[in-house]
């Protein structure tokens, strides 16, 4: 069964440090998405991605936050400099079309120091 | 912004009986209600969903139901499994129909089936 791929599974890094979370989307779909989960919490919608724009962000997404789809298969996002607040669970997901049910990668857990 | 909620942190069911999930929305702009399943460091796995022009869907154990008028939903499971003990999120949306599936997700449900 196809399934979305995020790397890595874990990531450290020290506050203020830029960091990139890759996913590698189902090869078909045509609609990426972020989410994350702070531990405790609900898992919250950052961005939406379709046709090599974002099509709708959260009020999370601020500056610090961006994607991309450098080529073919990877969908990624940057935080440019990080902060304590942004441990948390990264979820990538991706869909067929807009219509359709998201399928979440198994998550990257981020862990800022 | 509690848009969903599911008001019961926990919840304990024998296994072969039937569990309830329950979900309440408060955004009238919703119209489309997912559940998912989730596994400690796994992602979210899709279960079911339903269209708010329905009040029920069925697939194998799991059954939804919608009651638009209270805004609530419910996720029925029977016969309740071991295997079905996890976390299980309430979603919705407001964009089923273009514009990309942006889902308000509730703060969850952890099930646990007992022998």
């Known amino acids: 069964e196809p399934e979305v791929t995020q790397t890595p599974s874990h990531q450290v890094t020290q506050m203020g440090q830029e960091v990139i979370l890759r996913c590698v989307p189902i090869s078909n779909h045509l609609y990426f998405y972020w989410y994350r989960q702070i531990l405790g919490q609900k898992v919250e919608f950052l961005v939406s991605f379709y046709n090599n724009e974002i099509s709708e962000k959260s009020e999370i997404f601020d500056d610090q936050f961006s994607v991309e789809r450098p080529d073919g298969s990877n969908f990624t996002l940057k935080i440019r400099s990080t902060k304590l607040e942004d441990s948390a669970m990264y979820f990538c997901a991706s869909s067929e079309s807009g219509d359709r049910v998201p399928i979440f990668g198994q998550g990257t857990r981020l862990t800022v120091v | 912004d509690q848009q969903v909620k599911q008001n019961s942190p926990s919840l304990s069911v024998q296994e072969g009986r039937i569990s309830i999930l329950n979900c309440d929305y408060t955004n009238s702009m919703f119209d489309y209600f997912l559940w998912y399943k989730k596994y400690p460091a796994e992602g979210p796995t899709f279960l079911i969903s339903?269209?708010?022009?329905?009040d029920k869907n069925e697939d194998g154990r799991f059954t939804v139901f919608l009651n638009k008028s209270a805004k609530h939903l419910s996720l029925h499971i029977v016969p309740s499994q071991p295997g079905d003990s996890a976390v299980y999120f309430c979603a919705a949306s407001a964009s089923r129909f273009g514009g990309g599936n942006k889902l308000t997700f509730g703060t969850g449900t952890q099930l646990k089936v007992e022998l």
């Open positions: 339903i269209s708010s022009i329905k």
